[in-house]
């Protein structure tokens, strides 16, 4: 093993790794923890109480009427709600075992281990390469390990036939859908574990969305994936898991009011506003 | 255990390209940049509070009882003031603003109407020229303009100079102004049949008002402050003038003459003479953001 | 039938802006175009008329004007060189201390100032640039240099000294306390608009980078400078234009003096400086014009780079800065 990972890290992920290839835990089912969450946006509570398990290599979709706090709940997970000037967020995320909202995690690492695509397509005004190089030249890659890493993410991603001939040319001159698949390959070149997408094809086309819900299938075999989206069709096509968010009665806050595997969620829901959801009596 | 964990450690040799020393020396980069970035607003700020500590207390220390309302004693002789260079520069800045508000308004009237048509875009460019021109080169073009023709420096030629160099600040701020009134409330003037020039003086103008206003107020700051273009134009006086067709002294003239002098208490008059004008251009600055501020609380959202 | 028409065009509501324009008021017409073509006049005539009274100088020297280093006013023998000479290199001493400092600036008020400092902050940062150019003379003469462009200028002729660029013997005003002068005026405009470029980065650009485990000062470095590059570029070359034309201050505390040196630490001269030094002593016809001709050479090289600082910025403002479609 190389010395470095002998140093002390916060990062979660490495130390229990470490302990696992000693053979001294186990990873759990359950890849993120999270444990009575609130988000505060200065005086403002935009989710409250939020208790649910992301379970590994599953895709866990988190659906409900739109304001009831989901991109909020998937922000926390990686901390981009710290960028938010005044907001806080309180109970505890856990990921293999550490909490993630302790102030001594560190940021960087955390944002690279769990990536985010984002429901606009955001690539760089860059080439297609320098793009998905982006991440893995800060990690240090250079020469022939980049190239190989550029490869492997655009194939992951279902792109690479499509740019393979065109990738000094720049990511704006893609089609929506491409950009998106652009950003996911970006998104894995950095090897993360768990892989965030809100509302990843709202801004595309009906096709393009269809490739990306077979892409994220295929992801799962080596990924986390959870999705924020607002399409329950969606939702019943892709996830294995599926969390229903809504406004506390008489509130602007939002919480989870039942998750469980998505078959029961879309067919015996437990919760009454759930079952008013899904079938389309509101929402 | 499950299928996942036998997964696992592929994910761990996955992700170690980034841990340990790479990742410690980013962050010690991010830190080290982000405190330069600190330091470099310390080092802006510092010349400023240093030039207004230090005119503060030169000026303060020069500033004799009567400085703002007496003429200037003869070399050596303790006392006098600077009142024929404040009058100077009422007087030109004064004749400036008479000469590039009206026009400046007019022709931001213009840019705002009209502005994708060949004069509109010309007016434009032609304003980022004007704007562009350094003050020295705007003083030797009046002086071959007025001031040769004419054969004497005068306060006319000065004040044309002032009109010149403020004449793109007023068009900039008051096109800004005009653009930001809705379209709406012109379109309703005009659709109640008032003319065009009804409309733009009676709706649009004080809709824009306290924006043309707070143009005018920075453009004013900036003349008031001009000492190269008094070289070739206005040239100074050392004697009380209220003539147009006279040389004529101004505050900025003045510091610079009594600032590059052999003599002590020029120099020190110099101190006293600057706190003024500080005091009256930023003054100035200060009440035009002030004004902008008080603005934005009226009424919203009218400006940036 | 032609009075029909005529008579339903002029019913019609008045739509668009051009329709009020043919229909309006002829007296807001003229006025407002002649306002116009008064200030598109001016531009001409400053050119024209610089052009114009440095006519003696023009046919004496021709195109040596620029490229020949003796002045000789009593030979009457004018080359203006060194004043050329002079303004760049204090420009660009200027800028390549401005331009950090104020990226930084700029960088601070966008991106890492919290937010009850950005509005102060912004503000102090305005009012450099409302100091006039004369107090800005008069404090650097009397406190600048001694306190501090001194002991540095002898600082680095102790150490560097053996560099030309450093030579001694040191006197007070100097090139050195012209570029540093110029360094802080040039900083305000450099700075505010670099924020501006900053801020219009859309926010998904940099949630993308920092989603990718950047830090900080990657997302800066890596990906808003380089988006925002063409502004920035614009940013730095109004600044350069603003320097090459500053007069006052620079005539304060460079020394007026026709040295040859290479020396950063010998007083010099730029061109307008010599124009302000010399203007009221030019006795000749020609010395006076061979002054306005450096005026006129000044002008050109504003005006040119300007053009090209407004359409960098320009091409910001519009968001050329991404292509294809989206």
Request: net charge negative; proline share 10%; glycine share 14%.
């Given at each position: 093993m190389p010395p470095w990972t002998e140093i002390p890290q916060v990062s979660p992920f490495e130390s229990l790794a470490v302990k696992e290839m000693r053979g001294e835990a186990s990873i759990q089912e359950s890849r993120i923890s999270i444990q009575d969450v609130s988000v505060h946006y200065r005086k403002f509570r935009?989710?409250?109480?939020v208790t649910l398990d992301i379970p590994t290599n599953k895709v866990t979709a988190i659906i409900g009427?739109?304001?009831?706090?989901k991109s909020t709940l998937l922000r926390s997970m990686n901390r981009?709600?710290?960028?938010?000037?005044?907001a806080r967020v309180t109970g505890s995320i856990q990921i293999d075992g550490q909490d993630?909202?302790?102030?001594?995690?560190d940021v960087v690492d955390i944002r690279r281990r769990i990536g985010m695509v984002f429901q606009r397509p955001n690539p760089f005004p860059k080439s297609i390469f320098d793009n998905v190089a982006y991440g893995p030249r800060l990690q240090g890659l250079r020469g022939q390990a980049l190239q190989e890493r550029v490869e492997r993410s655009l194939k992951s991603a279902a792109l690479w036939d499509e740019v393979k001939d065109i990738?000094?040319?720049?990511?704006?001159?893609?089609s929506g859908g491409q950009q998106q698949r652009l950003c996911i390959a970006r998104t894995l070149a950095v090897e993360p574990e768990v892989i965030l997408m809100d509302e990843?094809?709202?801004?595309?086309?009906p096709v393009a969305t269809l490739k990306i819900e077979e892409l994220m299938r295929t992801l799962t075999a080596d990924y986390t994936i959870v999705i924020v989206t607002h399409n329950m069709q969606q939702a019943a096509r892709v996830s294995d898991v599926t969390a229903m968010m809504m406004l506390i009665e008489g509130q602007k806050t939002g919480t989870v009011i039942e998750a469980s595997d998505t078959k029961t969620i879309f067919t015996?829901?437990?919760d009454k506003r759930t079952e008013a959801y899904v079938t389309g009596r509101f929402g | 255990m499950s299928e996942t964990t036998r997964r696992r450690p592929q994910a761990f040799t996955r992700g170690n390209?980034?841990?340990g020393f790479r990742l410690a020396w980013r962050k010690g980069t991010n830190t080290v940049m982000l405190a330069l970035c600190a330091l470099a607003v310390v080092a802006g700020v510092v010349p400023l509070l240093w030039i207004l500590w230090y005119t503060l207390r030169q000026g303060i220390a020069a500033l004799t009882p009567g400085f703002l309302t007496s003429m200037p004693t003869p070399v050596g002789v303790p006392g006098g003031g600077i009142f024929n260079s404040i009058v100077g520069s009422a007087i030109t800045v004064g004749l400036g603003v008479l000469i590039a508000a009206p026009v400046g308004v007019m022709a931001a009237m213009f840019a705002a109407t009209r502005a994708n048509t060949p004069l509109g875009l010309a007016l434009r460019f032609g304003t980022d020229v004007i704007a562009g021109v350094p003050s020295i080169i705007m003083g030797i073009f009046v002086y071959a303009l007025i001031v040769l023709p004419q054969g004497h420096f005068s306060a006319f030629s000065g004040g044309v100079a002032l009109a010149f160099i403020m004449l793109p600040i007023i068009i900039r701020t008051t096109e800004e102004m005009l653009k930001l009134v809705p379209g709406s409330l012109r379109e309703a003037s005009l659709a109640l049949g008032a003319t065009e020039w009804r409309t733009s003086m009676n709706v649009l103008l004080p809709a824009a008002l306290s924006g043309v206003v707070t143009g005018v107020m920075l453009a004013v700051a900036r003349a008031a402050g001009e000492a190269a273009p008094m070289l070739f134009?206005?040239?100074?006086?050392p004697f009380l003038s209220f003539k147009l067709s006279e040389p004529i002294a101004t505050l900025p003239h003045t510091i610079f003459v009594y600032a590059i002098s052999p003599y002590e208490d020029w120099r020190a008059k110099a101190w006293a003479t600057a706190l003024v004008l500080i005091a009256l251009v930023l003054g100035l600055n200060v009440l035009a953001r002030g004004l902008t501020w008080w603005r934005v609380r009226k009424v919203g959202s009218v400006t940036r | 039938m032609t009075a029909d028409v005529h008579a339903d065009r002029r019913a019609?509501?008045?739509?668009r802006k051009s329709d009020a324009w043919n229909h309006g008021d002829p007296l807001f017409r003229a006025l407002t175009t002649l306002a116009a073509v008064a200030v598109l006049v001016l531009v001409l005539a400053i050119g024209a008329e610089l052009w114009r009274s440095s006519i003696l100088s023009r046919q004496a020297f021709g195109l040596s004007f620029l490229t020949t280093s003796v002045w000789d006013p009593v030979a009457e023998v004018f080359g203006a060189l060194p004043f050329l000479a002079g303004t760049l290199v204090t420009s660009i001493v200027a800028l390549v201390i401005a331009v950090p400092i104020s990226l930084g600036v700029a960088i601070f008020l966008s991106e890492l100032s919290p937010m009850w400092l950005r509005q102060p902050l912004g503000f102090l940062i305005e009012l450099l640039a409302a100091v006039p150019s004369v107090v800005y003379g008069l404090w650097a003469l009397f406190a600048f240099v001694p306190s501090f462009v001194k002991p540095v200028a002898l600082a680095l002729n102790g150490k560097l000294g053996f560099l030309p660029l450093f030579?001694?013997?040191?006197?007070?005003?100097?090139r050195l306390a012209a570029s540093l002068v110029l360094a802080i005026m040039v900083l305000p405009t450099i700075s505010a608009i670099s924020r501006d470029v900053f801020r219009a980065v859309p926010v998904a650009q940099r949630e993308a980078a920092l989603s990718l485990g950047a830090t900080r000062w990657e997302t800066i470095s890596q990906v808003l400078v380089p988006y925002g590059l063409s502004g920035l570029l614009g940013a730095v070359i109004l600044g350069l234009g603003r320097a090459l034309g500053e007069t006052i201050a620079v005539t304060m505390v460079?020394?007026?003096?026709?040295?040859?040196?290479?020396?950063?630490l010998h007083p010099g001269y730029t061109m307008a400086s010599i124009i302000a030094n010399e203007f009221a002593e030019a006795t000749s016809e020609l010395y006076i014009q061979a002054l306005i001709e450096i005026g006129l050479v000044l002008f050109v090289f504003t005006l040119v780079i300007n053009l090209i600082a407004r359409l960098l910025i320009w091409r910001v403002a519009r968001g050329t800065v991404s292509e294809g479609r989206s």
């Open positions: 935009a989710i409250a109480d009427p739109s304001g009831c706090g981009m709600t710290d960028l938010v000037p005044g993630i909202l302790a102030s001594s995690i990738l000094q040319q720049s990511g704006l001159a893609l990843p094809c709202s801004a595309l086309d015996k829901p437990k | 390209g980034a841990g134009t206005a040239f100074g006086n | 019609a509501p008045v739509a030579a001694g013997p040191i006197y007070g005003p100097s460079i020394g007026n003096n026709l040295d040859a040196s290479a020396s950063l």
